[in-house]
């Protein structure tokens, strides 16, 4: 994995599953991260080779959800990224999973509440000893890559401070948000920060908290310009427009609908996780006639059938059904 002169799919919960991390890809994204993923929730899942989708499930042994499905297409450019507070737990979650994906990263900078009293996320950044060693020992004892990805402290100074004694742990790249803990993404990227950091450090610096001046694709590289980053990453531009990683420039929302669609279907994506992801592409339209349609909708067919594709997946999901899958698997919603 080389982190340097790349765009990136930013960690999203629920929007970063395996059908919008592939359109990600096929549309030119060149890395893309997983949603954040809980240590423990992770532990408690197994590792099963589905052979119907030919994916690699990782399956909740509680409650038979999935916790994480990919597939060879993304192998050498997906990147995982864990929600941890604990080295031990961390590193058990790498060993799992060193062979299935490209690189790790650690969440060091979601500040909701539930990683905050979980001692996760942005909580790390306010105990720099232990998110060194929780990188340190993933550092050490893994064959794959680790990153992790923050927010900005106030001052440059202070952030700086932070950020040496992260890649002090041999980490090969860092993300950085341009916002405090305390910050929103209504309020300005401090750009001017994340430059002071990636001109001072010696591994790829990835920026990110752009996606508000983001509304094409020449504009990811007035952002990457302004940062001084070797690479950039985006969340909310692609979540509402994936085809954001577009060189050719973006596609109708009708068009990214459909080739995500397809995608949710041949991975049998859950109907949930998937009308999650299409009501951020439609956002306000779902107040017309055919959002109001779209959000009672409540399988993968009826969604489909919206959008033109009802025989494709009743055709696909017979064929599943004859191939013997397992029941429907759910995503964790
Ligand atoms: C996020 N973000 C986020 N960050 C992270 O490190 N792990 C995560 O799982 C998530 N989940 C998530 C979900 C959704 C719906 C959004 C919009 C954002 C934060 C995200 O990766 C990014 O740091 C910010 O959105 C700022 O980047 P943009 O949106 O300006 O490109």
Known sequence: MNYKDKIILAPMVRIGTLPMRLLALRYGADIVYTEELIDWK??????????ILNTIDYIDQTDGTIVFRTCKEEKEKVVLQLGTCDAERALKV?????????????NMGCPKEFSIKGGMGVALMAQPEKANTILKTLVKNVSIPVSCKIRIFETPEKTLELVNKLVSSGIKAIAIHGRTRDERPQHAVHTDIIRYIAESICIPVIANGGSKEIEKHGDIYKFKELTGCTSVMIARAAEWNCSIFRKEGLLPMDLVITDYLKLAVDYDNSPSNTKYCIQNILRDLQETPRGRQFLECQTLEQICSIWGLGDYCQEKQSQYQKMGIQGRWQVTP
């Open 42 to 51: 992770f532990l408690r899942s197994r590792r099963k080779c589905n052979e």
């Open 94 to 106: 790498a060993k799992m999973v060193e062979n299935d994906v490209a690189a790790i990263d650690i």
